[in-house]
Nanobody
Framework: QVQLVESGGGLVQAGGSLRLSCAAS????????MGWFRQAPGKEREFVAH????????YYADSVKGRFTIPRDNAKNTVYLQMNSLKSEDTAVYYC?????????????WGQGTQVTVSS
């Protein structure tokens, strides 16, 4: 079992920055691919970014590429989502997730989410 707790959400002006954190407890953090997803009101949850367990390769949704990064600190059992140049359309509840596999769309564990609101 892995427990995930997100933090760092809040209200920010368009063009600003915010860093989300996801702290993991339980089994070995480095053994999981970590991902960030988001869900805006009235919309389906969508993929934002992930970082693989092997080699730390990252992948981003086109909508955030060049603005967001997803570093991880295995010593602190934490993955981050650094969000720069925020836009109103980035407003959503952000969730982190952990997967046993470096490939595929399935994630085994999810956090409770943290709200990000970008004002224009």
């Amino acid at each position: 079992q892995v427990q995930l707790v997100e933090s760092g959400g809040g209200l920010v002006q368009a063009g600003g920055s915010l860093r989300l954190s996801c702290a993991a407890s339980g089994r070995t953090f480095s053994g999981y691919r970590m991902g960030w997803f988001r869900q805006a009101p009235g919309k389906e949850r969508e993929f934002v970014a992930h970082i693989r367990r092997s080699g730390g390769r990252t992948y981003y949704a086109d909508s955030v590429k060049g603005r967001f990064t997803i570093p991880r600190d295995n010593a602190k059992n934490t993955v981050y989502l650094q969000m720069n140049s925020l836009k109103s359309e980035d407003t959503a509840v952000y969730y982190c997730a952990a997967s046993n596999s470096d490939y595929g769309a399935d994630y085994n564990y999810w956090g409770q989410g943290t709200q990000v609101t970008v004002s224009s």
